[in-house]
């Protein structure tokens, strides 16, 4: 009954700078993401309210990126006014007991079941084939029982490093956007900074 969130939000995609281009001209569209070990499982992803964190994503990737197939050449970031529609909020706790429903069909299908892998100093979860396996499983059933299908889905992820010892926080704290109908994306833009001669003092 309180799937469909109410209002719109920004939503912040870190991408190279020809890639932001074409879409605010309308030369192409954002594709979905379909990777194996995508933590919030297929669709288009956002950074929520924090160009920051895409643009440090941007960085990320062409900092890392294999130099002969390098996707991104100049970090940028397009901004999204999206409507979540019917969400699934993993911060509301009836959609976690979704999940514990998926990873049972995962567990009683009969295959081997992926597993979430560590990666870096930190030992964190940052390759997710699990969760997105479980997350797919969802949407799978819900549309092999003829119920409403899920437009999106949303979840803090906590990453990186303690801001201070013995913190509760850690430096690349989020929450992410996994847009699966692209009509929920209602227009693009191109961030802004602030103009400073405005700022209250």
Not at 29 to 40: G, Q, R
Not at 153 to 159: D, K, L, M, Q
Not at 175 to 191: A, D, E, V, Y
Request: aromatic share 10%; hydrophobic share 35%; net charge positive.
């Amino acid at each position: 009954m309180y799937s469909t969130r109410s209002g719109l939000i920004l939503g912040f995609h870190g991408c190279d700078a020809s890639v932001a281009k074409d879409v605010l001209n309308g030369k192409t569209v954002l594709k979905a993401s379909t990777n194996s070990y995508d933590w919030l499982g297929h669709g288009i992803y956002f950074w929520e309210h924090s160009p920051s964190r895409a643009m440090e994503f941007a960085k990320h990737l062409q900092k890392h990126s294999n130099r002969s197939k390098r996707a991104i050449q100049k970090p940028a970031v397009i901004g999204a006014v999206i409507d979540l529609g019917a969400c699934l909020d993993l911060l509301d706790y009836q959609n976690l007991q979704l999940l514990k429903e998926g990873y049972q069909i995962v567990r009683n299908a009969g295959s081997e079941i992926p597993q979430n892998k560590p990666i870096g100093n930190l030992g964190e979860l940052l390759v997710r084939d699990l969760d997105c396996s479980v997350i797919e499983a969802v949407h799978k059933f819900k549309q092999k029982t003829g119920q409403a299908p899920f437009d999106s889905v949303r979840s803090v992820f906590y990453e990186g490093n303690e801001l201070y010892p013995n913190a509760g926080f850690r430096e690349k704290d989020h929450i992410q956007i996994c847009i699966r109908n692209p009509n929920c994306i209602k227009g693009f833009f191109l961030p802004r900074m602030m103009d400073e001669a405005f700022l209250k003092v």
